[in-house]
């Protein structure tokens, strides 16, 4: 967990993506995970408080519906991911936002 913390913290995109030993997608942690669980925080790991099966983008989709797809689900970051289910990417709404993507 501490890890992740330190991920987090230096990224600033408010998300970490878990991944098992081949680099698939095993969930993610977002700031909401690490309040819903500030009690035993730093007990845990990671892949214990992982969001799993997040939303996910393929790297192919156009800005706009990945846009879309945060809006209808009420969320602020998309991980691509490829056909291995491998994180390849991430879209924040703020990036879509200044890019003028509608």
Do not use: W, Y
């Amino acid at each position: 967990m501490s890890e992740a913390l330190l991920v987090m913290s230096a990224k600033g995109f408010g998300i970490v993506a878990v991944t098992d030993t081949a680099g698939t997608l095993a969930g993610i942690v977002t700031d909401g995970d690490l309040r819903r669980n500030m009690a035993d925080l730093l007990a845990r790991t990671a892949g214990q408080i992982a969001t799993r099966d997040p939303v996910t983008v393929t790297p192919d989709m156009l800005a706009a519906q990945a846009l879309a797809v945060m809006n209808e689900r009420k969320i602020s970051v998309l991980l691509a991911v490829d056909d291995a289910r491998r994180p390849v990417g991430l879209l924040h709404v703020c990036d879509c936002l200044r890019a003028g993507v509608i």
